[in-house]
């Protein structure tokens, strides 16, 4: 009788090596980004206009300590990227969870309890939806003045949609189990059948979803910089860096290819890192 | 009084009133089990839904009442009515792949309900889970509370659902199509595991099926329903030795026989249908105008 479990509960999965790169390139981010001033070379904000525009390390006429060269004024770009990664992972965090948040609790609710409150909030979110996103943060951040809470804000107000529809279709299926029904015929509330029973069957999606927004938060942070909208000018910002990088990319390619190559990573790294968690996350899958 | 009565119920979809079931009444008996059969979409399942108080959003209650143990359950405010029923009633679902909550342990399923909801102690409830596994027989039941629901197969889903409705000794049970979403062989355990804690249990039952097969062997009593109308109500000796209704004679014609396996599949003949479809039109026109 014991075999009828056939082995499934048996199978164990490996973490992938899909999950191993993409948590230690993050790791690595946020160790650099926590000891910044330990681990940079350089002050990412001391001019040297005797250093400018030094090339990468192994091309000839490169100095010694500014490994990956410095910009047109002097600057060491390695000290700017890891700087930079400060305020990159602050957002990807902070907006990631607070979007996470409030857009998985709004489907969460129109999904499962479906009436009036779902119409309130697919009504709100085709709305939301039909404002271009990075128009509509650009003005935003104009509007109420640029600095870090400007640019969460904006991400929150912008990219809670991305969960909220997600989450609610999920959560419409899941209301469709016969397990829903048996909660309620055992007499649990509408909400604690929400929080009980959809909630942890959702969980696996809403991971998945978090680390994507994660890396769309720290795109739409290197677009704000890009267009000089982000935190004041001085702080070094991915984005900033390649809107630089851009001006002399035939003079000083690596000023604006590294910030790039950087920002390409780290957003696959969110990314992957939500695949790789949902196969552990999911029981169904585990 | 009978424990369970459902008086002149009429449900119809809130989009465009269309009927589902039209007038229907019928009688349990504590203890007793009582069949409801018909064809997909005659309305069996929405009967037992409307007495669990899981009708699907889209359906409306346009009249009747439902008394369960001497209270008509139609007449309580929402939380109150989901009190009673959880405390009298429970659900044996159709499709056990779906009916377990696929991201938690088996244990907690079971136990919740008693903890949260009836008020028992956690050790008492998980006392009695671990009973209740056994009686369904899954061995070793101490290991399976601790298991996913995907670990599991599905007739052994099935008598976990089982044990799981009879937890808080209930008097009425649900059964909703049970025996469906398993194959043949595990369709038999199962029926003859509901059949003895029925039985042991003095649990009453309501049978929803399109198995006449499996109405004999389980039930006392049935409903015939068609397109929500109830066209005859007996007791399982009657209508196996002289169903009333021609409609219940010519689906036990087509019931294939065991005992002739070569002999061709008898559909319900036209005429009787005709002869339904044309009574159902009747009684709308009566009702709806």
Redesign the interface.
């Known amino acids: ?2 075999d ?3 082995g ?2 048996a199978v164990k999965r490996r973490i992938g090596t899909r999950l191993w790169l993409a948590g230690g390139w993050l790791t690595l981010l946020l160790l650099a980004a926590v000891f910044a001033p330990l681990v940079a070379p350089q002050d990412p904000l001391a001019q040297d206009l005797f250093l400018t525009r030094l090339p990468p390390f192994w091309e000839k006429g490169a100095e010694a300590g500014y490994w990956l060269g410095t910009d047109s004024l002097g600057r060491d770009v390695l000290s700017r990227i890891i700087y930079g990664a400060r305020l990159a992972l602050v957002v990807a965090l902070v907006a990631g969870s607070i979007t996470c948040i409030i857009g998985s609790a709004l489907g969460l609710m129109a999904g499962f309890l ?2 009036w409150v779902d119409l309130v909030i697919s009504r709100l979110i085709d709305i939301w939806m039909a404002f271009p996103p990075v128009l509509f943060s650009i003005l935003l951040i104009a509007v109420i003045g640029p600095g870090l809470h400007s640019i969460i804000l904006a991400i929150v107000i912008i990219d809670w949609t991305r969960f909220a529809r997600v989450i609610r279709a999920e959560a419409m299926a899941q209301g469709a ?3 829903v ?9 509408r909400i ?1 059948t929400m929080l ?2 959809i909630l ?2 959702v ?1 696996p999606t809403i991971v998945v979803l978090l680390t994507l927004e994660m890396g769309i938060a720290v795109i739409v942070e290197a677009i704000l910089s890009f267009v000089n909208l982000s935190i004041s000018t001085d702080d070094p910002t991915w984005g900033g860096m390649i809107a630089e990088g851009r001006a002399s990319v035939y003079q000083a390619w690596w000023v604006l290819v590294f910030p790039l190559i950087t920002l390409f990573l780290t957003v696959l790294a969110f990314s992957q890192l939500g695949e790789g968690l949902k196969d552990r996350f999911d ?2 899958l585990r | 009084m009978s424990f369970l009565s459902v008086k002149n119920l009429t449900l119809r979809l809130r989009d465009n009133r269309a009927p589902l079931l039209r007038d229907v009444s019928l009688e349990v008996s504590a203890g007793e089990v009582h069949g409801l059969v018909g064809e997909s979409g005659a309305g069996k399942s929405m009967i037992g ?1 409307a007495v ?3 009708l699907p ?1 889209a359906v409306e209650i346009a009249g009747g009442e439902i008394w369960l143990d001497g209270v008509d359950l139609l007449a309580l405010p929402p ?1 109150a009515r ?2 009673r ?3 009298l ?3 044996i ?3 056990p792949l ?7 342990r088996i244990g907690p ?1 079971i136990t ?2 008693l903890v ?2 009836l008020g028992w102690k956690r050790a008492e409830a998980e006392a009695r889970a671990l009973d209740l596994l056994g009686e369904v ?4 039941p101490a ?1 399976v509370m601790r ?2 629901p ?4 599905g ?2 889903r099935q008598r976990i ?1 089982i044990a ?1 409705a009879f937890a ?1 000794e209930p008097k009425l049970i649900v059964a909703d199509e049970p025996t469906t979403a398993l194959d043949v062989t595990v369709q038999k355990q199962i029926l003859r595991l509901i059949a003895g804690m029925q039985a042991r249990h003095g649990t009453a039952l309501l049978f929803v099926t399109h198995d006449l097969g499996v109405v004999s062997k389980v039930c006392q009593s049935l409903s015939v329903l068609y397109a929500g109308r109830i066209l005859e109500q007996s007791t399982v000796r009657d209508f196996f030795a002289a169903p009333s209704h021609p409609y219940s004679a010519a689906l036990l014609g087509a019931t294939p026989k065991y005992t002739d396996p070569e002999g061709s599949l008898t559909p319900v003949p036209e005429a009787i249908i005709a002869g339904l479809r044309a009574e159902i039109a009747a009684y709308d026109e009566a009702h709806h105008g």
Do not use: C, F, W
Request: glycine share 12%.
């Open positions: 009788m014991a009828l479990t056939d499934r509960g479906r009436g189990m016969d397990y029904a048996s909660a309620q015929v055992a007499g649990r509330g604690g009980r029973e942890p069957n969980l029981p169904v | 839904k669990l108080g899981i959003r939380a989901r009190k029923v959880g405390g009633a429970a659900l679902p159709q499709d779906t009916a377990l909550n696929p991201s938690r399923q919740d309900r949260d909801i027989q899954i061995n070793d290991r298991q996913y995907h670990e599991l197969s007739g052994m659902l799981s808080a």
